[in-house]
Each structure stands twice: as C-alpha cells, then as structure tokens.
C-alpha cells in the first residue's frame, strides 16, 4: 500500500510519535516535547499553518489534552486529528507509538477544523435533552458519539464546547445517538 501524503505539518508529542507516523504516512512534524510548550514551538506552528496549514495530533491522555488545548487557545481554527484512548494503548501507556498505522491514516483522514461561532449550537439543556449528561447512560452515550465524530472523548462540559467549536448539528448528534439506541435493543 502506498503512503498517504499530508500537506500539512502535523504537531505531535515527541519523537516516539514522529517515528510512528512516518511509518503511517509521508509527513512533517513539529515535536512539543512535553506538556509545557514553549515559545519557540508556538512560533514555528504559526509558522507551519501560514505556509502549508498544521494539524494538532497529541496522545488521548491529559498531558495530550493540555497541549492541544494550549495550541487551540493560541491558533484557533487549526485542524486537528483524534484517536480514541482504546486505539492509542500500549503496554504501560497511551500514545500515538501505540496506534496501528490504519488507525493513524484514519485519524488523519478525519481531521475537524474548529470554527468560530456567535451562537451555540448545544446548548446544557440540549446536552440533557440528548442524554450526554445528568443520568446513568450520559458518559457510554458521549463515549460513542465523541469517537463516531471522531472528535476525542470529553465530558459533558467539554463535548458541548467541542460540538459548539466544529459547529455539530443537534440533528447530526441525534442521528449517531440513534444508531446506539438500536444498537441496544
């Protein structure tokens, strides 16, 4: 099989990370080498998103979700790429290393772009409504709806903001939360 190519430069975690997805796919990475991202790697993503736009693709753990939460605050409408927790395990860890290399072709095929918006979409109320939060079955029905959108999971407050952030139609969420529902029965 031929390697997929990505035009854009993809930020990872470390080197470990690099090495896996050059094995997946023909690409350029920037490496934050850790969770405290320094000025010097900020400058050089802006730069990759000027010149051929960038895709954020940290592990599925907490120091994954602080860089690519830190990223997002300084470049907002950069793309980014999920892996759910259960495809990125490896013997004593999380990470990307882990991954099977269909697993990250995926993933990058799926990326989402964030969009600014002046209106929720979702709304706390909707997120009730929706079952994603306040009874027993919220976090399987987030579970299921976060790695069918591909988005990474999230509990109830940072899912709405996700599906806010990639502009996620209540209809869209009702449509993957029936397929669940049938599942089900």
Request: proline share 3%; hydrophobic share 35%.
């Amino acid at each position: 099989m031929e390697k997929p190519v990505i035009k854009e430069v993809v930020i990872v975690e470390g080197r470990d990370d690099t090495r896996r997805l050059k094995e997946a796919v023909i690409c350029e990475t920037i490496e934050t080498n850790g969770s405290a991202i320094n000025e010097r790697t900020l400058s050089e993503i802006e730069v990759a998103l000027k010149t051929r736009g960038a895709i954020i693709f940290t592990d599925p753990d907490f120091p994954g979700h602080k860089i690519r939460n830190t990223i997002i605050e300084r470049f907002p409408n950069i793309k980014e790429a999920f892996l759910p927790k259960s495809k990125a395990l490896g013997h004593n860890s999380v990470g990307i290393e882990h991954a099977r290399l269909d697993d990250i072709r995926e993933a990058l095929k799926n990326c989402q772009i964030s969009r600014v918006h002046e209106e929720e979409l979702i709304t706390i109320q909707d997120m009730q409504y929706l079952g994603l939060s306040g009874n027993t079955e919220a976090k399987e029905r987030r579970e299921y709806l976060t790695e069918r959108l591909n988005i990474g999971y999230a509990n109830a407050t940072q899912l709405r903001k996700k599906l806010n952030r990639y502009s996620i139609s209540p209809i869209e969420i009702k449509e993957i939360l029936n397929e669940l529902d049938v599942k089900k029965q």
